[in-house]
């Protein structure tokens, strides 16, 4: 079978420490990259370090994000949403390398989340109990399920826990994805706007830690 890749798209998801645990998942079940859109800082609780052990590449617009995955990934864009038309996971209705984006987790995948993926992909459920998944739970599922379908090789196992490869050197400051120089100059310049249009982040200050632009994951 010719080699197929997985990739996940962050955008929109509330409780950043979700992305620490995101990246455990995409480690587990061989994702290549995880993409973050919009802020490159995050929070890597949950992960128990296999974030150190996933690329993570930046992009400031979701439109961003979809030329790459499509132009230089030949990637289809799956949303993982129980939405009109989506297929159930199990059916496996994937065809070559796939960009999963996982909606909020109170809201869902918004209006243009939803315009820039291809197909979509829901869970069934069989209890009555809830109306939906964690997005990590969900997450797990649907990227164990591409890896089954994509013929991943299982890696090998010690006694009751799977190798975990070493840790590659960690480069620059922790828990920040850098960008290209290109991404720097205009996220600074973004920022620089806002602070003169009197926007501030979320601790009410000029200062943010997505202004680390030394990152633990550098873009190539």
Known sequence: ?????????????????NVGTLARSATAFGVTELILVGRRDFNAFGSHGSASHIRFRHFHSLSDARTYLKEEKDCDICGVEIADGAAAV??????????????????????????????????????????????????????HHF???AGFSERVR????????????????????????????????????????GFFDENGNGDSSSELMNGLFLDE
């Open 147 to 149: 890896g089954v379908w």
């Open 90 to 143: 199990n059916e496996h209705p994937f065809k070559r390398n796939t960009a999963f984006l996982l909606g909020n987790e109170g809201s869902g995948l918004s209006t243009k989340e939803y315009e820039i993926c291809d197909f979509f992909v829901y869970i069934p459920q069989y209890g009555c109990g809830t109306a939906s998944l964690n997005v990590t739970v969900a997450a797990s599922i649907v990227l």
């Open 158 to 197: 010690d006694g009751s826990k799977f190798i975990v490869a070493d840790k590659p050197a960690r480069q620059g400051r922790r828990n920040v994805c850098a960008g290209s120089e290109e991404s720097i100059i205009e996220e600074r310049k973004l920022r620089k706007e806002s602070a003169e249009n």
């Open 1 to 17: 079978m010719v080699g197929f890749e997985s990739y996940v798209v962050v955008h929109n998801i509330a409780k950043r420490h």
